[in-house]
Nanobody, 115 residues
C-alpha cells in the first residue's frame, strides 16, 4: 500500500507562483513512474508532468516552460513548481505514482488562479 499526501494548493493571482508537494510513504526509487495530474472544473483529469523510471521527464504542452517537476529522494517527496499561473490552470491537482503495476493517487489539492 502507498500513501500520498499533497499540500501547497491555494488561491493565487494570475502571474503568480505556487509549489505543490507530495510526500510518499515509500522510497521514491521504488516507483516506476511518478507525477502530477489535474482536473479542471467540469473536465476530465489530465496529465501535467511526470518522471518515468530512468529519469525522463515529460510535460503537458500547456505547462512547458512554466511548471517544473522535481523530487527529493531523501525526503521521499515530489514537487511541482508552478510559475506564471493562468486562470486556466485552476484545477484540483493530484499526485500519482505507479509501483508494481499499481496506480496510487493522492487526495488532491485545490489550486485557484483568480484576480
Amino acid at each position: 500500500q502507498v500513501q500520498l499526501v499533497e499540500s501547497g494548493g491555494g488561491l493565487v493571482q494570475p502571474g503568480g507562483s505556487l509549489r505543490l508537494s507530495c510526500v510518499t510513504s515509500r522510497s521514491i526509487f521504488s516507483y516506476n513512474r511518478m507525477g502530477w495530474y489535474r482536473q479542471p472544473p467540469g473536465k476530465q483529469r489530465e496529465l501535467v508532468a511526470h518522471i518515468i523510471s530512468g529519469g525522463t521527464i515529460e510535460y503537458a504542452d500547456d505547462v512547458k516552460g512554466r511548471f517544473t517537476i522535481s523530487r527529493n529522494n531523501a525526503k521521499n517527496t515530489m514537487y511541482l513548481q508552478m510559475s506564471s499561473l493562468k486562470p486556466e490552470d485552476t484545477a484540483v491537482y493530484y499526485c500519482h505514482v505507479i509501483v508494481e503495476y499499481m496506480n496510487y493517487w493522492g487526495q488532491g489539492t485545490q489550486v485557484t488562479v483568480s484576480a
